[in-house]
């Protein structure tokens, strides 16, 4: 954020030595005097970070203009290849700025964990080469397409370029592949193509997600225990579950060490734990698909049964997340705070649920038409039970619902939680497809704004990926 610029009215030359000034223009006279060049009375913006914690604490001087030795020997390539001392404050500055933009009005009372991983790879005291150039990239595109400054998205382009090599140069290290900087940046990569959208469709995205899990597995469940490493799983997660359900496909995310371990020690939140449900579901859609490649039906009544059971686990996280609404959330004094509509508890999750069982609906009428009768009759409660869920009037109810609740959640402040609702809007989208005229201009309308007012591009690929982007319909 933008900051004070300090109060003394002395020259720049005076404060740095801490004497009184004797304010003379253009050039002070005790500066002259001493022999020395007075630096002037011109004061620049500061950038300050602002994280969880609050403000943070500005340089002394921040504002001051930097000596002429300093700031006249640095051009603008040096300012984008990491010298050290002055140019490598403004990319601070430019980073903090970013940050204030994307990220600082995070809701104080949200089960959501996303903007964590950018907060401790924005504090982390040792950046390493490609956590900065990555963390420079997204900064500089973001604040280029906000501002409509070219001069800003060609260099972020070019630095991306330059972190996509780095990027592989150290997954082919045995010692950088498994730093934590190296999964941050990553992790900062995906953010990049959620802004740009760089493959104009969603191949790039999907390649960076799955590159990124490719990299937690590798690391293994047991290196993610660290706030950092968890904070990355954990934002992550979110996207894998989604490319899974796109590509009917099982993740290692849905095995038992990766649901347990990275949380060993500490509580697993109502996000988390609704995507363990996501990854079950890819898992049944990839089975099925297998079974039906070899013609089997062998495993069908089971599959049923794992259904029905995921719909009565968001059932019953549904009840916990209405009790979690209704208790006061306590300041850090103790005392009870109203809430503003941006700072409702699991706002976002939600969403995520009623999304979900959308999905979970579509996926088991598709496969209800694919079963036989007998095996409807002897297992008759447990179809009952599947119609019920899956009946198209509970359907449009939910969707309609949930069109509701992006639009409430698309006026929030916080610019992270904007492509969160790319998911749910898009599963609205299918849902509404026969609906009316009104219903259809009110969802496009949602993704314009996601895409173009936001500024993620990554909209504009899922809106023109289709019904491509959400199948979970079984051929």
Same mark, same amino acid.
């Given at each position: ?58 340089? /002394? ?11 006249? &020997? ?25 940050? *204030? ?16 991983? %950018?907060?401790? &790879? ?52 045995? =010692? %950088? ?39 937690? *597995? ?11 490493? /968890? ?37 697993? +939140?109502?996000?988390? /734990? ?27 009544? *089971?599959?049923? =049964?794992?259904?029905?059971? +995921?719909?009565?686990?968001? &059932?019953?996280?549904? *009840?916990?997340?209405?009790?979690? @609404? ?10 009870? =705070? ?47 039970? %599947? ?7 509970? @359907?449009?109810?939910?969707? @309609? ?13 916080? =610019? ?16 509404? /497809? ?11 309308? %949602? ?29």
């Amino acid at each position: 954020m933008v900051g004070i610029a300090g109060k003394s009215q002395g020259c720049n030359t005076c404060r740095r030595r801490k004497v009184r000034c004797d304010l003379a223009k253009p050039s002070c006279e005790r500066c002259s005097a001493s022999g020395r060049k007075c630096e002037g009375y011109e004061k620049y913006a500061v950038f300050i970070n602002r994280g969880p914690e609050g403000l943070k604490k500005r340089e /002394r001087l921040e504002e001051a203009r930097l000596p002429a030795s300093v700031s006249e &020997s640095g051009s603008e390539d040096a300012r984008l290849t990491f010298a050290p001392s002055s140019t490598q404050l403004n990319e601070t500055q430019l980073i903090s700025l970013f940050w *204030e933009n994307y990220a600082a009005n995070a809701p104080r009372h949200s089960d959501s964990n996303e903007p964590v991983w %950018l907060y401790h &790879s924005i504090n982390s005291p040792a950046h390493s080469t490609i956590l900065r150039q990555s963390l420079v990239s997204v900064a500089l595109i973001r604040l280029g397409r906000l501002h409509d400054d070219q001069a800003l998205l060609v260099s972020g382009r070019q630095i991306y370029g330059q972190t996509l090599r780095m990027m592989q140069a150290a997954l082919n290290d045995s =010692e %950088l592949a498994y730093s934590d900087n190296t999964l941050v940046a990553a992790r900062c990569m995906v953010l990049y193509e959620s802004f740009e959208s760089t493959s104009g469709d969603m191949a790039a995205w999907q390649n960076h997600i799955m590159g990124i899990a490719r990299i937690i *597995e590798l690391r293994g469940a047991h290196r993610h225990r660290s706030v950092v490493a /968890r904070s990355v799983v954990e934002s992550i997660r979110y996207n894998v579950m989604i490319v899974c359900l796109m590509r009917r496909r099982s993740s290692f995310f849905g095995e038992p060490q990766w649901l347990a371990e990275p949380w060993a020690g500490t509580s697993k +939140g109502c996000d988390q /734990r609704l995507f363990d449900y996501g990854f079950s579901l890819g898992t049944l859609m990839h089975k099925v698909e297998t079974m039906q490649q070899q013609a089997r039906r062998d495993g069908m009544l *089971e599959i049923l =049964e794992q259904l029905r059971d +995921g719909y009565l686990a968001l &059932s019953y996280l549904n *009840e916990e997340l209405l009790a979690l @609404r209704e208790q006061p959330q306590q300041t850090a004094g103790g005392s009870s =705070e109203k809430l503003g509509p941006d700072e409702t508890p699991f706002t976002f999750t939600f969403g995520f649920l009623i999304a979900l069982d959308l999905v979970f609906g579509s996926f088991t009428t598709a496969l209800l038409q694919k079963c036989n009768e007998p095996l409807s009759f002897v297992h008759q409660e447990l179809f009952d039970q %599947l119609h019920r869920y899956a009946d198209p009037g509970r @359907r449009l109810r939910l969707a @309609r619902q949930l069109l509701r609740h992006v639009q409430f959640c698309c006026q929030t402040r916080a =610019e992270y939680n904007r492509p969160r609702i790319i998911f749910p809007l898009n599963v609205v989208r299918w849902e509404l /497809r026969n609906s009316s005229p009104e219903e259809k201009a009110q969802v496009n309308a %949602l993704f314009e704004s996601v895409s173009s007012k936001s500024h993620f591009r990554i909209a504009d690929g899922v809106r023109n990926a289709g019904k491509s982007v959400l199948p979970p319909l079984v051929s």
